[in-house]
């Protein structure tokens, strides 16, 4: 696969990455949302009404009774509908954790492999042409002083 190759099938799997991301954020911050709003009006629902002019009839008290359950139960159970939701996301998310980490560290070990083999691979070449220049220099000294200085007994 050529460089350019990788860096679009990156760019690609970082596009994708970000895409599950913001999904996982939009489906925390609605089932959230849920949450507050449900709660919220299950204690609006709760308060009791001081006017009791408003019911001057047994059937208006017993209407309103059974609108309020019935509001409340609705609302506590999207609040149970939220919260499984958001058993869900943490599911989903480790899930997505665990299979995008292991992929990750996969191509940063293949990656710094590959890194280590040419900065080997370039320090071996170094070490040729230094040992190469060593020899060289030795061999030219051992002549200069064969040809020079003569030592005999």
Do not use: W
Not at 21 to 33: G, P, Q, S, V, Y
Not at 85 to 111: A, G, S
Not at 129 to 134: C, F, G, I, K
């Amino acid at each position: 696969m050529s460089g350019n190759a990788q860096k679009k099938a990156a760019s690609r799997s970082m596009a994708t990455k970000k895409l599950i991301i913001d999904e996982f954020k939009r489906r925390l911050r609605d089932n959230i949302k849920s949450l507050n709003d449900n709660f919220y009006h299950i204690i609006q629902a709760a308060k009791v009404n001081p006017d009791d002019n408003a019911f001057k009839n047994q059937t208006g008290k017993m209407t309103e009774f059974y609108t309020i359950k019935n509001e409340m139960a609705v609302r506590a159970q999207l609040m149970v509908r939220a919260s499984d939701e958001l058993l869900r996301l943490t599911t989903d998310l480790k899930e997505f954790l665990i299979l995008h980490d292991f992929h990750f560290l996969t191509h940063n070990i293949k990656q710094a492999e590959s890194q280590c083999e040419d900065t080997l691979r370039q320090q071996s070449h170094l070490h040729q042409a230094l040992d190469t220049d060593v020899s060289n220099m030795l061999f030219a000294l051992e002549e200069e002083i064969a040809d020079n200085f003569f030592l005999g007994h």
